[in-house]
């Protein structure tokens, strides 16, 4: 994203650093000091011992779009004992390349293999008057009015309507609307706006606000048989997007539609399959796919469940693998988690607990968790098409349920050994058994080298999960969950 328009730096090297304090822009101005996280730190050196030991020097203005640039030194030294209790250390280090936004804030990063820049005594001023300089082993960028420029709107919006399953307790129906945004920016979105407007109506403007990096959230409450006209915006330190361009999608249940035949809904839903203690039911088969031509079939179809909790727990002798696109693994031992159905092609309340949690970095911990035990936030899914095929002349659904944050924002966020505190955020697919009823099913995640597989629905956008680091990264788990009673996903009712 083009955050100003491309700008000639005007540099002066090899200035007293008294003179250069001294010589502040005129009018207010804000200060940041320039520098690594640790966490990108450590995903640059791969170790840690004590925390990791920086040298930032500024460079200057770089690339078309003039941001604040820098060089970074990383070192860090780890000690080992030795025979007769000598000890051996053994230091590492690396540079870094980094550009700034105008906050402060990390832009990019990447390992620096040719040679750097130490000049403690640099300084650089661009044709806004925002101004960077070294203070011995130490950055600074001085701004006073940079143009700062909002995001790109974000593409791909999508919208389901998810349906109350329990007629005793309804609850209003409301859209699970997803998008992607913007590339270039997507690891610095602080927040998402979701807006519904009616169309032709006078039912109520429906707004959801998500926080950091969400890509889906849930509208609500719609009015039935509404259309609404739906966009989202992107927030970042630096503005607001536009507008998507606007999709429309209407509160419709096609089963109220079609109450003369035997069953109804709006496949895929979760609901059950039932035997009949009399020869009435409108299905033949025990999976409420074949229906009975003469309504005397042994099964009917109960929409949404009556017990809808379930367990899941790592199968023996397997791993939890998160990878990056660049191959850093964090690995676990351990899961448990639990979660229940809450509609008709919905999860939710799902939290998961991973334990035996490390990396190169060391034992990899959530916030107030013992060492190596991972917590997720609560999260929801949403159950969509990942692809259709056909087999004997027609066509077969293939469905995946969607895991995400409720409310948006991270699934997990944990620190290794010294390191920093890393989230993770996006959404994660993870194919879902259907066309039989089971109490006890697999819950897989597959990826490689750091992609997600599959990594969204049929025809949707792209579902990945991105880390605070700004890289791509893939979950790998095969899991067996267990549910308070036998339950189906329908793909033909």
């Known amino acids: 994203m083009d955050r100003r328009v491309p700008s000639v730096a005007v540099?002066?090297?090899?200035?007293?650093?008294?003179?250069?304090?001294?010589?502040?822009?005129?009018?207010?101005?804000?200060?940041?000091?320039?520098?690594?996280?640790?966490?990108?730190?450590?995903?640059?050196?791969?170790?840690s011992c004590g925390g990791i030991q920086e040298r930032t020097y500024a460079t200057g203005f770089a690339g078309v779009h003039g941001l604040p640039a820098g060089d970074v030194h990383l070192q860090t030294s780890c000690g080992g004992s030795g025979r007769g209790g000598g000890y051996k250390t053994t230091t590492y280090s690396t540079w870094a390349s980094v550009t700034w936004d105008w906050l402060g804030h990390v832009r990019s990063y990447s390992r620096l293999e040719g040679g750097a820049s130490e000049n403690p005594a640099f300084s650089a001023e661009d044709a806004y008057g925002d101004r960077e300089y070294n203070s011995g082993t130490v950055a600074y960028l001085e701004t006073t009015s940079p143009p700062l420029t909002s995001p790109a709107a974000p593409t791909g919006v999508t919208a389901t309507l998810v349906v109350a399953v329990d007629p005793e307790t309804p609850t209003?129906?409301?859209?699970?609307?997803?998008?992607?945004?913007?590339?270039?920016?997507?690891?610095?979105?602080?927040?998402?706006?979701i807006t519904a407007t009616p169309v032709n109506s006078t039912a109520p403007v429906l707004t959801t606000t998500v926080q950091?990096?969400?890509?889906?959230?849930?509208?609500?409450?719609?009015?039935?048989?509404?259309?609404?006209?739906?966009?989202?915006?992107?927030?970042?330190?630096?503005?607001?997007?536009?507008?998507?361009?606007?999709?429309?999608?209407?509160?419709?249940?096609?089963?109220?539609?079609?109450?003369?035949?035997?069953?109804?809904?709006?496949?895929?839903?979760?609901?059950?399959?039932?035997?009949?203690?009399?020869?009435?039911?409108?299905?033949?088969?025990?999976?409420?796919?074949?229906e009975s031509t003469t309504g005397t079939g042994s099964y009917e179809w109960f929409p949404g469940v009556v017990a809808g909790g379930f367990t899941t727990s790592l199968k023996p002798a397997t791993l939890?693998?998160?990878?990056?696109?660049?191959?850093?693994?964090?690995?676990?031992?351990?899961?448990?988690?639990?979660?229940?159905?809450?509609?008709?092609?919905?999860?939710?309340?799902?939290?998961?607990?991973?334990?035996?949690?490390?990396?190169?970095?060391?034992?990899?911990?959530?916030?107030?968790?013992?060492?190596?035990?991972i917590v997720t936030s609560s999260l929801q899914g949403t159950v969509g098409i990942e692809r259709i095929t056909e087999k004997e002349g027609r066509e077969v659904q293939h469905l995946a349920i969607s895991y995400s944050a409720e409310g948006g924002g991270a699934l997990l966020e944990y620190a290794c050994g010294a390191g920093a505190e890393v989230a993770i955020e996006g959404a994660a697919l993870a194919p879902a058994p259907s066309d039989h009823m089971a109490k006890t099913t697999a819950l897989k995640f597959s990826q490689s080298a750091g992609k997600q597989k599959p990594q969204g629905f049929a025809g949707g956008p792209a579902e990945v999960l991105i880390s605070s680091l700004g890289q791509q990264v893939g979950l790998s788990m095969s899991?067996?969950?267990?549910?308070?009673?036998?339950?189906?996903?329908?793909?033909v009712i």
């Open 320 to 373: 939890v693998t998160f990878e990056t696109t660049s191959k850093q693994k964090l690995t676990c031992t351990g899961e448990s988690g639990s979660g229940s159905i809450t509609g008709a092609q919905s999860v939710g309340g799902i939290v998961m607990t991973f334990s035996g949690c490390a990396s190169a970095g060391g034992a990899c911990t959530s916030p107030a968790q013992v060492s190596g035990v």
């Open 172 to 193: 209003p129906d409301q859209f699970q609307v997803s998008w992607t945004p913007a590339q270039e920016t997507a690891p610095y979105i602080t927040s998402s706006t």
């Open 212 to 290: 950091n990096g969400g890509t889906s959230a849930l509208v609500g409450p719609l009015e039935r048989n509404v259309t609404y006209s739906i966009t989202v915006t992107n927030g970042d330190d630096e503005g607001t997007s536009a507008p998507s361009a606007p999709i429309e999608a209407t509160d419709a249940h096609p089963h109220e539609e079609n109450d003369g035949g035997g069953g109804g809904g709006q496949p895929p839903e979760f609901g059950r399959c039932v035997k009949l203690s009399s020869a009435s039911g409108a299905f033949a088969t025990a999976t409420c796919t074949t």
């Open 11 to 47: 540099i002066a090297v090899s200035i007293m650093l008294a003179a250069l304090t001294a010589a502040a822009p005129a009018g207010a101005s804000s200060t940041y000091q320039l520098a690594l996280g640790q966490g990108e730190a450590f995903s640059l050196l791969g170790h």
């Open 479 to 491: 899991a067996t969950k267990v549910g308070e009673e036998a339950v189906e996903l329908n793909t």
